[in-house]
């Protein structure tokens, strides 16, 4: 069974400039979460869907990202204009059980 | 609000058994999980407990949770340099939010 699928797995971007990332869930799991974690931190949620509903989306900064699972399956989380600060690893996992989630790989931003 | 605490390093022999500590905060949290992540991967799902048990073993991981107290622990029985890696300590809150640790770098000295 294939795992959760990022890409890309690296993106260097200049400060305002817009980046997305995508991710594919394992098939069949209905949520999908993307997280943030910086350098030496676990890993804090952006927001989660169920099928293509956010459920929580309470600590995605909305002024400069937005995310969309259109089909309830792959997503896309976008930053614009990304900011020095937002250079980070992004996280995509995703459940069909309540108690397990699966991570992907990351895609690991550098904002210059 | 909740949080997940975690020693930062933790340095071992070869051979040794290793164990990793975590306190919570929330006390209607209902699963704990430890995950593993090696350098420039996702993390990995070792294990998990549900809130109503005290102990969960599987092969070389042993989980203790002692709730009252709201402490969790991963025992590494036979620690080899495979084992190397950052462990996060995890608690699934009452509304279904799961809050991550810092993370413990695992060092296995030869």
């Known amino acids: 069974e294939a795992g959760v699928v990022q890409s890309p797995r690296y993106k260097i971007i200049e400060k305002k400039q817009p980046v997305a990332f995508w991710c594919n869930p394992i098939?069949?799991?209905?949520?999908l979460y993307w997280y943030r974690q910086n350098l030496g931190q676990g890993p804090e949620l952006l927001i989660r869907?169920?099928?293509?509903?956010?459920?929580?989306d309470s600590q995605l900064p909305k002024d400069r990202f937005s995310a969309e699972r259109l089909k309830g399956v792959d997503s896309t989380l976008k930053i614009q204009p990304a900011e020095l600060g937002d250079s980070a690893v992004y996280l995509c996992a995703s459940s069909s059980r309540q108690e397990t989630q699966y991570f992907g790989p990351g895609t690991r931003l550098l904002v210059l | 609000g909740e949080d997940v605490e975690q020693s930062l390093f933790l340095s071992v022999r070869e051979g040794d058994s290793s164990v990793i500590n975590c306190t919570y905060t929330?006390?209607?949290?209902?699963?704990l999980y430890w995950y593993k992540q090696e350098p420039g991967a996702g993390l990995q799902l070792l294990t998990y407990i549900f809130s109503n048990m005290d102990m969960k073993q599987d092969q070389r991981l042993t989980v203790l949770l002692n709730k009252k107290d709201k402490h969790l622990s991963l025992r590494i029985a036979d620690t080899q340099t495979g084992d190397s890696a950052i462990y996060f300590c995890a608690e699934k809150t009452s509304y279904d939010k799961v809050i991550f640790g810092p993370g413990t770098s695992l060092s296995v000295i030869p």
């Open positions: 929330d006390s209607s949290s209902t699963y």
């Open positions: 098939s069949g799991h209905n949520t």
């Open positions: 869907y169920e099928n293509e509903e956010a459920v929580d």
